[in-house]
């Protein structure tokens, strides 16, 4: 049972446009959630992170918004570079069951010169 | 200040065979993590060790174990080993019971 779902496999954005990438959880006891970057042959890179308290968070060229009632959260990327090209996975937990992550199957980012 | 290290970086083995994969957390860190990553499954949760005992356990069959010494390395075991069972094994450390993790490179494990 996929608790945390990234619908979009793969998404194409022309450089210095944003990229919009979607995450749909399903367990309303989640409360902190994060985006991990991840390139081939290496590890996820932490992003950013959001916790349930706010509906927003930004860190630079990166925002994460959050909707809990829609139990939907998204990452914007402005504006969009070509090194951004990745992998990029969204991943949930709850305070409950502490540093156990639910990871969704990830969405490719190419992102064209 | 080194990053999380996984080794070995690639492994082949054959159907049946054990395996035992290795992790070295940043230094203060005292949970380790460890996922699966399949193509299509995303990262699925493993385990997590913390001051050398099993905190948290995901839905995988007994087959699957670990270890964490008292220097917070910590050990993955995967015992016959079957054809499906070929994926990124990615191990994540932290400090205490903060959220999020750094992860290592990790291990690719492909069973023949």
């Known amino acids: 049972d996929q608790q945390v779902k990234q619908n979009s496999p793969s998404l194409s954005v022309q450089e210095g446009r944003i990229s919009i990438l979607n995450c749909d959880y399903t367990n309303s006891m989640f409360d902190y959630f994060l985006w991990y970057k991840k390139y081939p042959a290496e590890g996820p890179t932490f992003l950013i992170s959001i916790s349930s308290i706010k509906d927003k968070n930004e860190d630079g060229r990166f925002t994460v918004f959050l909707n809990k009632s829609a139990k939907h959260l998204s990452l914007h990327i402005v504006p969009s570079q070509p090194g951004d090209s990745a992998v990029y996975f969204c991943?949930?937990?709850?305070?409950?069951?502490?540093?156990?992550?639910?990871f969704g199957t990830g969405t490719s980012l190419t992102v064209i010169p | 200040k080194a990053g999380v290290t996984q080794t070995p970086r690639y492994l082949i083995k054959t159907r049946g065979q054990q395996v035992t994969l290795s992790c070295s957390p940043i230094?203060?860190?005292?949970?380790v993590s460890w996922y699966q990553q399949t193509p299509g499954q995303g990262l699925q949760f493993l385990f997590e060790?913390?001051?050398?005992?099993?905190?948290n356990k995901g839905n995988f069959p007994g087959r699957f174990s670990g270890r964490q010494f008292s220097n917070s390395r910590s050990e993955m075991n995967v015992s016959t080993l079957e054809l499906g069972d070929s994926a990124l094994y990615l191990c994540a450390s932290s400090p205490d019971n903060n959220y999020g993790y750094t992860f290592g490179s990790g291990t690719r494990l492909t069973v023949v």
């Open positions: 060790y913390f001051s050398e005992t099993q905190r």
């Open positions: 991943a949930a937990s709850s305070s409950v069951t502490g540093n156990q992550f639910y």
């Open positions: 230094s203060g860190h005292r949970s």
